[in-house]
Protein backbone atom coordinates (compact mmCIF):
# COMPACT_ATOMS: atom_id res chain seq x y z
CA UNK A 1 0.00 0.00 0.00
CA UNK A 2 1.41 3.30 -1.06
CA UNK A 3 1.52 6.02 1.63
CA UNK A 4 -1.41 8.15 2.65
CA UNK A 5 -1.45 11.70 3.22
CA UNK A 6 -4.03 13.90 4.60
CA UNK A 7 -4.59 17.14 4.08
CA UNK A 8 -6.84 19.42 6.70
CA UNK A 9 -8.10 22.34 5.98
CA UNK A 10 -7.92 23.78 9.51
CA UNK A 11 -10.49 27.02 8.95
CA UNK A 12 -11.84 25.80 4.96
CA UNK A 13 -11.19 28.89 3.13
CA UNK A 14 -11.00 32.19 5.89
CA UNK A 15 -8.40 33.79 5.07
CA UNK A 16 -6.40 37.04 7.07
CA UNK A 17 -5.63 38.35 3.12
CA UNK A 18 -7.40 39.24 0.11
CA UNK A 19 -5.26 37.98 -3.08
CA UNK A 20 -6.42 39.24 -5.98
CA UNK A 21 -6.40 36.05 -8.17
CA UNK A 22 -7.58 33.45 -5.00
CA UNK A 23 -9.90 30.94 -6.13
CA UNK A 24 -11.31 30.44 -2.58
CA UNK A 25 -12.41 34.32 -2.96
CA UNK A 26 -15.60 34.70 -4.12
CA UNK A 27 -16.62 31.58 -1.53
CA UNK A 28 -15.87 34.18 1.14
CA UNK A 29 -18.45 36.98 -0.16
CA UNK A 30 -20.80 37.36 2.13
CA UNK A 31 -19.61 35.18 4.36
CA UNK A 32 -19.96 35.97 8.53
CA UNK A 33 -19.66 32.47 9.28
CA UNK A 34 -16.03 31.86 11.69
CA UNK A 35 -15.09 28.21 10.27
CA UNK A 36 -12.82 26.17 12.55
CA UNK A 37 -11.29 22.67 12.57
CA UNK A 38 -13.43 20.08 14.52
CA UNK A 39 -11.09 18.30 17.11
CA UNK A 40 -14.03 15.88 18.31
CA UNK A 41 -13.55 14.66 14.56
CA UNK A 42 -9.82 14.66 14.53
CA UNK A 43 -10.14 12.34 18.01
CA UNK A 44 -12.22 10.46 15.80
CA UNK A 45 -9.89 10.39 12.80
CA UNK A 46 -6.32 10.30 14.14
CA UNK A 47 -6.53 6.65 15.93
CA UNK A 48 -8.13 5.42 12.31
CA UNK A 49 -5.22 6.89 10.35
CA UNK A 50 -2.40 6.07 12.67
CA UNK A 51 -3.73 2.48 12.24
CA UNK A 52 -4.34 2.70 8.14
CA UNK A 53 -0.75 4.11 7.93
CA UNK A 54 0.80 1.81 10.68
CA UNK A 55 2.02 -1.01 8.38
CA UNK A 56 4.21 1.36 5.79
CA UNK A 57 5.60 2.77 9.05
CA UNK A 58 4.93 6.89 7.77
CA UNK A 59 2.01 9.36 8.64
CA UNK A 60 2.18 12.70 6.66
CA UNK A 61 -0.19 15.44 7.44
CA UNK A 62 -0.70 18.82 5.21
CA UNK A 63 -2.08 21.96 7.12
CA UNK A 64 -3.95 24.53 4.68
CA UNK A 65 -6.41 26.90 4.51
CA UNK A 66 -7.08 29.58 4.09
CA UNK A 67 -4.81 30.83 6.29
CA UNK A 68 -4.66 27.75 8.26
CA UNK A 69 -2.47 29.46 11.71
CA UNK A 70 -5.86 31.22 12.21
CA UNK A 71 -7.12 28.32 13.98
CA UNK A 72 -4.15 29.25 16.55
CA UNK A 73 -0.78 27.76 17.98
CA UNK A 74 -2.48 26.20 20.99
CA UNK A 75 -4.52 23.67 18.58
CA UNK A 76 -1.34 22.41 16.85
CA UNK A 77 -0.08 21.99 20.24
CA UNK A 78 -2.79 19.81 20.83
CA UNK A 79 -2.79 18.12 17.87
CA UNK A 80 0.75 17.08 17.43
CA UNK A 81 0.21 15.59 21.16
CA UNK A 82 -2.35 13.81 19.99
CA UNK A 83 -0.36 12.71 16.88
CA UNK A 84 2.46 11.25 18.96
CA UNK A 85 -0.14 9.15 21.25
CA UNK A 86 -1.57 7.68 18.42
CA UNK A 87 1.21 6.65 16.53
CA UNK A 88 2.46 2.93 16.10
CA UNK A 89 6.23 2.56 17.19
CA UNK A 90 8.07 3.20 14.20
CA UNK A 91 6.23 5.58 12.45
CA UNK A 92 7.79 8.44 11.20
CA UNK A 93 5.75 11.30 11.33
CA UNK A 94 5.34 14.51 9.01
CA UNK A 95 3.80 17.71 8.73
CA UNK A 96 3.76 20.58 6.38
CA UNK A 97 2.05 23.84 6.81
CA UNK A 98 1.54 26.25 4.11
CA UNK A 99 0.69 29.91 5.47
CA UNK A 100 1.17 32.84 4.76
CA UNK A 101 3.70 33.55 7.33
CA UNK A 102 2.02 37.13 8.92
CA UNK A 103 0.66 35.34 12.11
CA UNK A 104 4.23 33.94 13.02
CA UNK A 105 5.77 35.06 15.73
CA UNK A 106 8.67 33.31 18.11
CA UNK A 107 6.33 31.09 20.04
CA UNK A 108 5.65 29.55 16.50
CA UNK A 109 8.96 29.36 15.34
CA UNK A 110 9.94 27.54 18.64
CA UNK A 111 6.97 25.14 17.89
CA UNK A 112 7.46 24.19 14.49
CA UNK A 113 10.99 24.15 14.88
CA UNK A 114 10.56 21.61 17.56
CA UNK A 115 7.91 19.21 15.96
CA UNK A 116 9.96 19.32 12.47
CA UNK A 117 7.46 21.40 10.70
CA UNK A 118 8.17 21.72 6.91
CA UNK A 119 6.68 25.55 6.35
CA UNK A 120 5.82 26.62 2.46
CA UNK A 121 5.73 30.43 2.29
CA UNK A 122 3.89 31.76 0.47
CA UNK A 123 5.35 34.86 -1.51
CA UNK A 124 5.48 36.05 -5.17
CA UNK A 125 8.32 38.02 -5.75
CA UNK A 126 9.96 41.00 -4.36
CA UNK A 127 7.67 43.69 -2.69
CA UNK A 128 7.24 45.54 -5.64
CA UNK A 129 6.04 42.40 -7.57
CA UNK A 130 4.67 40.87 -4.16
CA UNK A 131 2.16 43.26 -2.98
CA UNK A 132 0.47 44.02 -6.04
CA UNK A 133 -1.70 40.99 -5.61
CA UNK A 134 -1.18 39.76 -2.27
CA UNK A 135 -3.00 42.35 0.45
CA UNK A 136 -4.53 42.45 3.03
CA UNK A 137 -8.59 43.28 3.22
CA UNK A 138 -7.55 46.64 3.81
CA UNK A 139 -5.79 46.99 0.48
CA UNK A 140 -2.09 46.80 2.12
CA UNK A 141 0.26 44.71 0.61
CA UNK A 142 1.41 41.93 2.83
CA UNK A 143 5.48 41.73 1.57
CA UNK A 144 6.58 43.23 4.63
CA UNK A 145 4.81 41.12 7.28
CA UNK A 146 5.66 37.93 4.94
CA UNK A 147 9.28 38.63 4.93
CA UNK A 148 8.65 39.32 9.13
CA UNK A 149 7.60 35.33 9.29
CA UNK A 150 10.56 34.07 7.32
CA UNK A 151 12.79 35.69 9.65
CA UNK A 152 11.16 34.23 12.60
CA UNK A 153 11.44 30.85 10.66
CA UNK A 154 14.95 31.30 9.81
CA UNK A 155 15.91 32.54 13.97
CA UNK A 156 14.74 29.34 14.41
CA UNK A 157 16.53 27.19 11.96
CA UNK A 158 12.45 26.33 11.02
CA UNK A 159 13.25 24.14 7.17
CA UNK A 160 10.83 26.07 4.11
CA UNK A 161 10.15 26.19 1.13
CA UNK A 162 8.23 29.37 -0.94
CA UNK A 163 5.20 28.99 -2.79
CA UNK A 164 4.83 31.83 -6.09
CA UNK A 165 1.92 32.14 -7.73
CA UNK A 166 2.76 33.01 -11.54
CA UNK A 167 -0.56 35.50 -12.58
CA UNK A 168 -0.33 38.92 -14.51
CA UNK A 169 1.70 40.51 -11.80
CA UNK A 170 5.10 38.82 -12.19
CA UNK A 171 4.58 35.99 -15.03
CA UNK A 172 6.89 38.85 -17.29
CA UNK A 173 9.27 39.13 -14.48
CA UNK A 174 11.13 35.74 -14.43
CA UNK A 175 14.43 36.94 -13.94
CA UNK A 176 13.67 39.54 -11.21
CA UNK A 177 12.07 36.69 -9.28
CA UNK A 178 15.29 34.80 -9.43
CA UNK A 179 17.20 37.55 -9.10
CA UNK A 180 14.86 38.10 -5.49
CA UNK A 181 15.04 34.43 -4.48
CA UNK A 182 18.44 33.46 -4.66
CA UNK A 183 18.99 36.69 -3.17
CA UNK A 184 17.21 35.63 -0.03
CA UNK A 185 19.06 32.51 -0.26
CA UNK A 186 14.97 30.63 -0.40
CA UNK A 187 16.64 26.77 -2.50
CA UNK A 188 13.35 24.84 -2.87
CA UNK A 189 10.91 27.35 -4.82
CA UNK A 190 7.29 25.58 -6.43
CA UNK A 191 5.35 28.13 -9.14
CA UNK A 192 1.76 27.66 -9.69
CA UNK A 193 0.08 29.53 -12.24
CA UNK A 194 -3.04 31.25 -11.02
CA UNK A 195 -6.36 29.84 -11.94
CA UNK A 196 -9.20 31.55 -11.15
CA UNK A 197 -11.94 28.73 -10.19
CA UNK A 198 -14.11 27.63 -8.19
CA UNK A 199 -13.00 24.11 -6.19
CA UNK A 200 -16.58 24.23 -4.84
CA UNK A 201 -17.72 23.92 -8.56
CA UNK A 202 -15.61 21.65 -10.53
CA UNK A 203 -18.45 21.24 -13.63
CA UNK A 204 -17.41 24.88 -14.44
CA UNK A 205 -14.64 25.51 -17.03
CA UNK A 206 -11.66 27.54 -14.94
CA UNK A 207 -11.21 31.38 -16.10
CA UNK A 208 -7.07 31.97 -16.22
CA UNK A 209 -5.69 35.13 -15.53
CA UNK A 210 -2.54 34.22 -17.68
CA UNK A 211 -2.71 32.27 -21.22
CA UNK A 212 -0.46 29.52 -22.19
CA UNK A 213 1.62 31.31 -24.36
CA UNK A 214 2.99 33.74 -21.47
CA UNK A 215 2.90 30.89 -18.86
CA UNK A 216 5.38 28.37 -21.78
CA UNK A 217 7.75 31.41 -21.96
CA UNK A 218 7.63 32.03 -18.39
CA UNK A 219 8.96 28.59 -17.94
CA UNK A 220 11.66 28.83 -20.46
CA UNK A 221 12.93 31.79 -18.98
CA UNK A 222 12.76 30.37 -15.58
CA UNK A 223 14.64 27.41 -17.14
CA UNK A 224 17.07 29.09 -18.31
CA UNK A 225 17.90 30.60 -14.82
CA UNK A 226 17.43 27.27 -13.23
CA UNK A 227 19.73 24.74 -15.35
CA UNK A 228 23.32 26.81 -14.71
CA UNK A 229 25.31 25.29 -17.09
CA UNK A 230 23.90 21.59 -15.75
CA UNK A 231 24.13 22.13 -12.38
CA UNK A 232 21.25 23.92 -10.68
CA UNK A 233 21.73 25.27 -7.04
CA UNK A 234 18.19 25.40 -6.44
CA UNK A 235 14.82 23.36 -6.34
CA UNK A 236 12.65 23.92 -8.51
CA UNK A 237 9.60 21.39 -7.80
CA UNK A 238 8.08 21.78 -11.24
CA UNK A 239 11.65 20.78 -12.87
CA UNK A 240 12.50 18.46 -10.34
CA UNK A 241 9.23 17.15 -11.54
CA UNK A 242 10.10 16.66 -15.20
CA UNK A 243 13.29 15.22 -14.19
CA UNK A 244 11.42 12.41 -12.56
CA UNK A 245 9.64 11.82 -15.59
CA UNK A 246 12.01 12.07 -17.45
CA UNK A 247 14.25 9.07 -15.48
CA UNK A 248 11.01 6.97 -15.95
CA UNK A 249 10.81 7.30 -11.83
CA UNK A 250 7.11 8.32 -10.54
CA UNK A 251 6.40 11.75 -10.20
CA UNK A 252 5.69 13.26 -6.89
CA UNK A 253 3.78 16.07 -8.55
CA UNK A 254 0.18 14.77 -9.49
CA UNK A 255 -0.16 17.05 -12.28
CA UNK A 256 2.19 15.25 -14.22
CA UNK A 257 1.68 12.10 -12.33
CA UNK A 258 0.61 8.87 -13.73
CA UNK A 259 -3.17 9.23 -11.84
CA UNK A 260 -4.58 11.84 -9.69
CA UNK A 261 -3.20 10.42 -6.49
CA UNK A 262 -3.36 13.11 -4.10
CA UNK A 263 -3.31 13.45 -0.68
CA UNK A 264 -7.45 13.36 1.47
CA UNK A 265 -8.68 16.67 1.47
CA UNK A 266 -10.52 16.68 5.31
CA UNK A 267 -12.91 19.95 5.53
CA UNK A 268 -12.99 21.66 8.99
CA UNK A 269 -16.13 19.30 9.61
CA UNK A 270 -14.99 16.50 8.96
CA UNK A 271 -16.37 16.41 4.82
CA UNK A 272 -13.59 14.30 3.05
CA UNK A 273 -12.78 14.65 -0.84
CA UNK A 274 -10.40 13.17 -3.24
CA UNK A 275 -8.48 16.49 -4.11
CA UNK A 276 -8.47 20.17 -3.18
CA UNK A 277 -9.29 21.01 -6.47
CA UNK A 278 -13.01 19.10 -6.26
CA UNK A 279 -15.03 19.93 -2.84
CA UNK A 280 -18.10 19.49 -4.27
CA UNK A 281 -20.59 17.44 -3.22
CA UNK A 282 -19.96 15.11 -6.45
CA UNK A 283 -16.96 13.88 -5.37
CA UNK A 284 -17.47 14.01 -1.39
CA UNK A 285 -16.48 10.79 -0.46
CA UNK A 286 -18.38 10.83 3.04
CA UNK A 287 -17.86 12.29 6.45
CA UNK A 288 -15.20 11.70 9.72
CA UNK A 289 -18.16 11.41 11.71
CA UNK A 290 -19.86 8.66 10.05
CA UNK A 291 -17.23 7.07 7.61
CA UNK A 292 -14.85 5.10 8.39
CA UNK A 293 -11.36 6.42 6.94
CA UNK A 294 -10.38 2.69 5.34
CA UNK A 295 -13.99 2.49 3.75
CA UNK A 296 -13.16 6.17 1.87
CA UNK A 297 -9.51 6.03 0.94
CA UNK A 298 -10.62 2.10 -0.69
CA UNK A 299 -13.73 3.70 -2.09
CA UNK A 300 -14.84 2.84 -5.62
CA UNK A 301 -15.67 6.27 -5.92
CA UNK A 302 -11.80 7.83 -4.83
CA UNK A 303 -10.22 5.07 -7.47
CA UNK A 304 -12.69 6.44 -10.52
CA UNK A 305 -11.21 9.88 -9.05
CA UNK A 306 -7.18 8.71 -9.09
CA UNK A 307 -7.91 6.85 -12.68
CA UNK A 308 -9.62 10.16 -14.16
CA UNK A 309 -6.99 10.99 -15.99
CA UNK A 310 -7.57 8.75 -18.60
CA UNK A 311 -7.78 7.46 -20.99
CA UNK A 312 -5.67 11.00 -22.08
CA UNK A 313 -8.07 12.83 -24.36
CA UNK A 314 -7.61 12.91 -27.85
CA UNK A 315 -4.99 15.44 -28.71
CA UNK A 316 -2.43 13.78 -25.89
CA UNK A 317 -2.26 10.54 -28.05
CA UNK A 318 0.16 11.19 -30.35
CA UNK A 319 1.91 13.50 -28.62
CA UNK A 320 5.48 13.06 -28.16
CA UNK A 321 5.84 14.76 -24.55
CA UNK A 322 3.34 12.40 -23.47
CA UNK A 323 5.60 9.99 -21.13
CA UNK A 324 7.06 13.40 -19.78
CA UNK A 325 3.74 15.54 -19.45
CA UNK A 326 1.42 12.75 -18.70
CA UNK A 327 -1.62 14.91 -19.79
CA UNK A 328 -1.45 17.92 -17.10
CA UNK A 329 -4.30 18.28 -14.73
CA UNK A 330 -7.93 17.08 -15.33
CA UNK A 331 -9.34 20.19 -14.00
CA UNK A 332 -7.73 22.33 -16.32
CA UNK A 333 -9.71 20.13 -19.22
CA UNK A 334 -12.73 21.31 -20.49
CA UNK A 335 -15.73 18.33 -21.09
CA UNK A 336 -17.20 19.00 -24.71
CA UNK A 337 -21.04 18.49 -25.16
CA UNK A 338 -20.21 14.70 -26.65
CA UNK A 339 -18.35 14.15 -23.56
CA UNK A 340 -14.74 14.29 -25.07
CA UNK A 341 -12.48 16.21 -23.23
CA UNK A 342 -9.78 18.70 -24.67
CA UNK A 343 -6.05 18.90 -23.56
CA UNK A 344 -5.28 20.71 -20.52
CA UNK A 345 -5.21 24.47 -20.71
CA UNK A 346 -1.50 24.47 -20.24
CA UNK A 347 -1.06 22.18 -22.90
CA UNK A 348 0.83 24.72 -25.25
CA UNK A 349 3.07 26.07 -22.45
CA UNK A 350 4.51 22.33 -21.38
CA UNK A 351 4.90 21.77 -25.55
CA UNK A 352 6.92 25.00 -25.57
CA UNK A 353 8.68 24.28 -22.32
CA UNK A 354 9.43 20.58 -23.51
CA UNK A 355 10.61 21.51 -26.84
CA UNK A 356 13.20 24.08 -25.57
CA UNK A 357 14.57 22.53 -22.29
CA UNK A 358 14.50 18.44 -23.70
CA UNK A 359 17.74 18.57 -24.68
CA UNK A 360 19.46 19.73 -21.24
CA UNK A 361 17.19 17.70 -19.28
CA UNK A 362 18.50 14.96 -20.92
CA UNK A 363 21.67 15.63 -20.03
CA UNK A 364 20.53 16.23 -16.39
CA UNK A 365 19.67 12.65 -16.04
CA UNK A 366 22.72 11.54 -17.10
CA UNK A 367 24.48 13.44 -14.86
CA UNK A 368 21.89 12.10 -11.95
CA UNK A 369 22.48 8.59 -13.80
CA UNK A 370 26.46 8.86 -13.24
CA UNK A 371 26.02 10.06 -9.55
CA UNK A 372 23.63 7.21 -8.80
CA UNK A 373 26.18 4.92 -9.76
CA UNK A 374 28.93 6.58 -7.75
CA UNK A 375 26.50 6.25 -4.45
CA UNK A 376 25.82 2.71 -5.40
CA UNK A 377 29.45 1.91 -5.47
CA UNK A 378 30.76 3.81 -2.25
CA UNK A 379 27.47 2.35 -0.85
CA UNK A 380 26.16 5.71 0.31
CA UNK A 381 22.66 5.02 0.02
CA UNK A 382 22.24 2.93 2.64
CA UNK A 383 24.61 5.81 4.92
CA UNK A 384 21.49 8.20 3.95
CA UNK A 385 19.07 5.76 4.58
CA UNK A 386 19.93 4.80 7.83
CA UNK A 387 20.98 8.24 8.88
CA UNK A 388 18.69 11.33 9.85
CA UNK A 389 20.86 13.85 8.04
CA UNK A 390 20.54 17.10 8.69
CA UNK A 391 20.78 19.92 5.44
CA UNK A 392 23.94 20.96 7.50
CA UNK A 393 25.63 18.48 8.53
CA UNK A 394 29.01 17.37 7.54
CA UNK A 395 28.19 15.26 4.12
CA UNK A 396 28.76 11.17 4.85
CA UNK A 397 30.81 11.03 1.38
CA UNK A 398 33.45 12.85 3.18
CA UNK A 399 33.98 15.61 1.12
CA UNK A 400 34.01 18.05 4.61
CA UNK A 401 31.55 19.87 2.61
CA UNK A 402 28.22 20.75 4.04
CA UNK A 403 25.47 17.77 2.66
CA UNK A 404 23.40 20.60 1.45
CA UNK A 405 25.95 21.29 -1.43
CA UNK A 406 27.57 18.06 -1.80
CA UNK A 407 25.33 15.09 -2.02
CA UNK A 408 22.41 16.53 -0.61
CA UNK A 409 22.35 19.34 -3.38
CA UNK A 410 18.59 20.29 -4.25
CA UNK A 411 18.49 18.36 -7.61
CA UNK A 412 20.89 15.30 -6.18
CA UNK A 413 19.17 14.34 -3.23
CA UNK A 414 15.52 14.27 -4.00
CA UNK A 415 13.92 11.15 -2.67
CA UNK A 416 13.28 9.85 -6.29
CA UNK A 417 16.82 9.24 -7.05
CA UNK A 418 16.94 6.91 -3.85
CA UNK A 419 14.00 5.22 -4.76
CA UNK A 420 15.40 4.75 -8.56
CA UNK A 421 18.05 2.55 -7.07
CA UNK A 422 16.67 1.28 -3.71
S1 LIG B 1 -7.25 16.92 -10.48
FE1 LIG B 1 -5.28 17.96 -10.83
S2 LIG B 1 -4.69 18.70 -8.77
FE2 LIG B 1 -6.29 17.13 -8.45
S3 LIG B 1 -5.14 15.20 -8.13
FE3 LIG B 1 -5.63 15.35 -10.35
S4 LIG B 1 -3.81 16.30 -11.28
FE4 LIG B 1 -3.71 16.68 -9.06
S1 LIG C 1 1.86 18.48 -23.88
FE1 LIG C 1 -0.35 18.73 -24.25
S2 LIG C 1 -0.89 17.13 -25.73
FE2 LIG C 1 1.12 16.60 -24.86
S3 LIG C 1 0.59 15.22 -23.15
FE3 LIG C 1 0.79 17.30 -22.30
S4 LIG C 1 -1.32 18.12 -22.30
FE4 LIG C 1 -1.30 16.31 -23.69
Given at each position: MPPLSVLFKTVSTDCNLDCSYCYYRQSLEGMRVRRRIDRGMLEVLLPQYME??????????????????????DFFRWVVDLQEGHARRGTAISNALQTNGVLLDDAWGSFLRHHNFLVGISLDGPAEVHDIARKDRGGHGSFRRVMAGVDVLRRHGVDFNCLCV??????????????????????H??????????????????????????????????????????????????FDSFL?????APNEL??????????????????????????????????????????????????????????????????????????????NRITLEDGRQTSEYFCRSYKRFFSYADGR???????????????????????????????????????????????????????YVFRQVG
Open positions: YVADVGQAGFAWQGGEPTLVGLVGPHNVHRTRELMRFFRSEGFSIQFMPAMDFQSTEPEKPAAYSIDPEEYGEFLVQLFDEWYQDGKPRISIRTQSYLGCVHGDSCTAALVVEYNGDVYPCDFFVHPSWRLGNILSHSLRSMAESDERARFVGQKHPLPVECQPCEWKAVCRGGCPRLRSLCERVISRLRYLQQSQLIEVKSRSRLGRNDPCPCGSGRKHKVCCGDPVLSQS
